[in-house]
C-alpha cells in the first residue's frame, strides 16, 4: 500500500524556479520568500532549465571544489535529487560538504541523508549515520525503521533491528505515529510472527491510533497475511472513515484467503458506498477468480472493466489474462492479451505463465521469441515461468538453452531461477543437473531444499531425498508442509515404510504441522504399496477429512496390485459418486472389473461413462531426438515414421514374452482399434 503525506515547506522563489515542473497551481500556493541566495553554485544552478535532474547535479559537480557558499537549501535539493536517482557517489560527496560546512547538526537534512542512504540500499551507512546524529526525531526513526523493512534484505537479523530501533525510540521518549506503525506491522509480516503484529496492536490501541484508516489498513493486511480474516473483518467494520486502500485491502484479504463469495460481497459494499474501485481492486477481484470455478464471475467482472475504461489498464488486462488462463480458458486469455492497447514484461510474463500451466510449452516458447523480438528484455519472474513451461513439455534442449540465456544475463545468482532450473531438469530426467543447480546455490531458501527432495522422490531417489531433509533439519531451516510431502513421496517410493511413518509422526509432534490431504494421501500410498492394506484402509475412513480421488487411487492401485477386489471395488464405486464427470476414475474402475472378468460390469461403466464425461483427452509421450520433440499418443500413426515404429514395438512386445515379462492382458480395457496390440500378447 501506499501512504503519501506532505510537510509543510517554505521555499524560496530561488528554489521554487528549479523544482520540477508537476504543477504549476501546486506552485503558485506555496509561500514566496524574497531573500536572494547569491553564492555561485546557486547561480549556476538557476541557469538550467525547470526538472533537469541530471543537469542539476552537473552544477554541483562542476562547483563541488568551491563549497563555501553552498547553502543548506541547495544541499537539501541536490539530497532529494541524488535520493530519487539513486546518485550514491554525488549524495556521499555531498555529505562530506554538509560535514565541512558544519550542517551536521541541521536535523533535515540529517534526515535526507537518512533517506538518500537508504534508498540507495547502504543500510550499513544509514545506520551509522543515525548513531552519529546530534538530535533524531520521529522523521528519524522512521527513515531507520522504513529502511530495515525496505532495505532489500529477507535476513532476520535486519528486520530484528527495526524492532530494536522502536524499542529504543520509546525510551528516548520519542512518540510514534500512524508511519512508525505500517512500518512496523510490515516487519512482523516479513519475519511471519503474529505475536509481534498482535504487541503492536496493542501499542496502537494505546495510542489511539486503531481507527486512523492508513494504520487500519495496514493492520487488515498483516491478519490477511496470516488468514486470520474474522479478525481482519472485526478491524474492517470499526472504521467508519474508509478509503479506496481500506476497501482494496479488504476485498484482497478475501481473495488472498480464496474466499470469493466474500470477496465480491465486500466489492458490493464498496459500490454502495460511492466507490466503483480502482485497478487494484479490479485486479485483486480477477485474482480472486482465479481460483478454479469461478470463471463466469471473472467473465462479469470482465464486463464491468469494459465498461469503466479499466481494459486499458496494464496491470488489469494481463490480471484478466491470468484470470482465464488459470481457469484453463486458454483462447480467451490469449484473445485478451491480443486486445491489450499497451504490453509490458508483466503481461508477456502472465501468457507465458499462462501456456505453461496449460502444458502447452510450445506456444510459451514462440511468446518468449516473439517478446524478445520486440524489444523486451525478460526478467527474473520471466525466466522462471519459461523454465516451468519447458518442463511440461519436456524439451531437453530449450532447457539448456534458457539456462545459457540466464547466465549470459547474469540471473543465475536468482533463487527463484535455482528453483525453477532443479524443477525443469529433474522433470526432464536430467536428475544429475539438477543436483549440479542446487549446489550452486549458496543461500537455499525452503522452496529450494524442497524442490530438490521432490527431485530425488521423482526419481526414486529414497537415499538422497532423506539426507537432503536430515541436512535441512541439522541447517535449522524451518519446515514447511511441501518438505514433508517430498520427504513421504520418497519413502512410498523407497518402500521404507518404518521411515515414512516416523516421518509422518514427527510432522505432528516435533514440528507442530497439521498434515494436509496429500500426506494422508502419501500415507495411504507408502502402506498400501507394502501390502499393508488394512492399515492403509484405517487411515482412508479415518482421516479427518474426506478422503479424496487421489487418496482413493492410491488405495484402488494397491489394492489391485495384492489382489484385494473387494476393497479396490468399494473404493472405486466411492470415488465415481464423489467425482462423477471425471473419465479417469471409470477408467479405473473399468480396468478393475476387467481384471477379475466381470465383463458385463465393464460395459456398464463405459456406458455411463460415455453419458456423464466429456471427451476424454488423451495421455501423450514426449520424446527428444537432435533438438526436434516428438508427441505420440496411443494408436497414432500420424508420425512419418509409425510403420517402423510400431515394428519396433511388435519387437519389443515379443522380446518380453519370451522373458515372461508380461503383465495380465486382462488389465488392459480396449477399444476394438487396438486389436493390433493383443495380437502380439497372444
Not at 80 to 109: A, D, T, V, W
Not at 560 to 570: D, M, P, S, T
Request: hydrophobic share 40%; charged share 20%; glycine share 6%.
Amino acid at each position: 500500500m501506499h501512504c503519501k503525506f506532505l510537510s509543510p515547506l517554505k521555499l524560496t522563489d530561488n528554489f521554487r524556479r528549479h523544482l520540477p515542473a508537476i504543477s504549476s497551481k501546486a506552485l503558485a500556493q506555496i509561500p514566496r520568500n524574497d531573500e536572494e541566495h547569491e553564492d555561485p553554485c546557486n547561480k549556476t544552478y538557476k541557469s538550467f532549465p525547470v526538472g533537469r535532474l541530471r543537469a542539476s547535479l552537473e552544477s554541483f559537480r562542476a562547483n563541488h571544489e568551491n563549497v563555501s557558499h553552498l547553502s543548506a537549501l541547495f544541499c537539501s535539493y541536490v539530497l532529494r535529487i541524488s535520493s530519487k536517482m539513486g546518485f550514491l557517489p554525488e549524495g556521499r560527496q555531498l555529505h562530506s560538504h554538509i560535514l565541512k560546512l558544519g550542517y551536521n547538526c541541521r536535523q533535515s537534512l540529517q534526515n535526507q541523508l537518512l533517506g538518500m542512504y537508504m534508498r540507495c540500499n547502504e543500510f550499513g551507512d544509514a545506520c551509522r549515520l543515525f548513531d552519529e546524529m546530534c538530535e533524531r526525531n520521529v522523521v528519524s526513526w522512521n527513515t531507520m525503521i522504513s529502511a530495515a523493512v525496505g532495505s532489500g534484505k529477507s535476513f532476520q537479523s535486519i528486520h530484528n533491528l527495526g524492532l530494536l530501533y522502536f524499542k529504543k525510540m520509546l525510551l528516548e521518549m520519542v512518540e510514534p505515529n500512524y508511519i512508525t506503525f505500517i512500518g512496523l506491522l510490515r516487519i512482523s509480516i516479513e519475519l511471519n510472527d503474529i505475536e509481534i503484529g498482535k504487541q503492536l496492536h496493542c501499542f496502537i490501541i494505546k495510542s489511539n491510533l486503531a481507527l486512523n484508516c492508513f494504520v487500519g489498513s495496514a493492520l487488515v493486511d498483516m491478519y490477511s497475511k496470516y488468514s486470520l480474516v474474522e479478525d481482519a473483518r472485526q478491524l474492517f467494520d470499526k472504521i467508519l472513515f474508509r478509503d479506496m486502500v481500506l476497501w482494496n485491502v479488504m476485498v484482497s484479504c478475501y481473495a488472498y484467503n480464496r474466499l470469493t463469495e466474500e470477496a465480491f460481497g465486500v466489492f458490493k459494499l464498496m459500490r454502495s458506498d460511492g466507490l466503483n474501485g480502482d485497478d487494484f481492486t479490479f485486479s485483486s477481484l480477477l485474482n480472486s477468480c482465479g481460483v478454479f470455478g469461478y470463471c463466469e464471475l471473472g467473465k462479469q467482472v470482465h464486463g464491468l472493466i469494459i465498461m469503466l475504461s479499466f481494459d486499458v489498464d496494464v496491470l488489469v488486462a494481463s490480471t484478466l489474462v491470468n484470470m482465464y488462463a488459470k481457469n484453463e480458458f486458454i483462447v480467451e486469455a490469449h484473445r485478451a492479451f491480443d486486445g491489450m492497447i499497451s504490453r509490458n514484461v508483466v503481461s508477456w510474463t502472465t501468457m507465458i505463465v499462462g501456456y505453461g500451466q496449460c502444458g502447452n510449452g510450445r506456444e510459451a516458447m514462440k511468446l518468449v521469441k516473439d517478446m524478445i523480438h520486440q524489444g523486451f528484455v525478460p526478467d527474473e519472474l520471466t525466466w522462471a515461468s519459461i523454465l516451468s513451461s519447458c518442463a511440461s513439455l519436456p524439451a531437453i534442449s530449450e532447457i539448456v538453452q534458457v539456462h545459457a540465456h540466464v547466465v549470459k544475463n547474469g540471473f543465475e545468482t536468482f533463487l527463484s531461477i535455482g528453483n525453477a532450473l532443479i524443477n525443469a531438469y529433474s522433470k526432464c530426467g536430467i536428475i544429475t543437473s539438477a543436483f549440479q543447480c542446487f549446489s550452486s546455490i549458496p543461500d537455499p531458501d525452503i522452496v529450494t531444499w524442497t524442490s530438490m527432495i521432490g527431485a530425488c522422490a521423482f526419481h526414486g531417489l529414497f537415499t538422497e531425498a532423506t539426507e537432503i531433509f536430515e541436512e535441512m533439519l541439522s541447517k535449522g531451516v524451518k519446515l514447511d508442509q511441501i518438505a514433508f510431502l517430498g520427504v513421504l513421496s520418497a519413502c512410498s517410493h523407497g518402500g521404507r515404510v518404518e521411515e515414512g511413518l516416523r516421518y509422518f509422526t514427527s510432522m505432528t509432534k516435533d514440528h507442530e504441522i497439521v498434515p494436509d490431504s496429500e500426506h494422508y494421501t502419501c500415507l495411504i500410498d507408502l502402506l498400501g504399496r507394502a501390502g499393508h492394506l488394512d492399515e492403509a484402509f484405517n487411515v482412508l475412513t479415518k482421516m479427518p477429512f474426506e478422503p479424496g480421488s487421489n487418496a482413493l487411487g492410491a488405495f484402488i492401485g494397491a489394492c489391485k496390485v495384492h489382489g484385494n477386489l473387494e476393497l479396490a471395488k468399494w473404493a472405486a464405486e466411492t470415488l465415481s459418486i464423489l467425482e462423477p464427470n471425471k473419465p479417469v476414475n471409470y477408467v479405473l474402475m473399468s480396468n478393475l472389473y476387467a481384471s477379475i472378468g466381470q465383463w458385463v460390469d465393464v460395459a456398464r461403466v463405459r456406458k455411463i461413462m460415455r453419458g456423464r464425461c466429456e471427451y476424454k483427452v488423451p495421455g501423450c509421450s514426449w520424446m527428444e531426438i537432435s533438438g526436434v520433440v516428438h508427441t505420440f499418443v496411443s494408436c497414432d500413426r500420424s508420425h512419418p515414421q509409425a510403420s517402423e515404429l510400431y515394428d519396433i514395438l511388435g519387437t519389443l512386445f515379443r522380446l518380453m514374452k519370451e522373458e515372461r515379462y508380461m503383465s495380465d492382458v486382462d488389465f488392459l480395457v480396449h477399444p476394438v482399434e487396438d486389436e493390433f496390440i493383443l495380437s502380439f500378447l497372444s
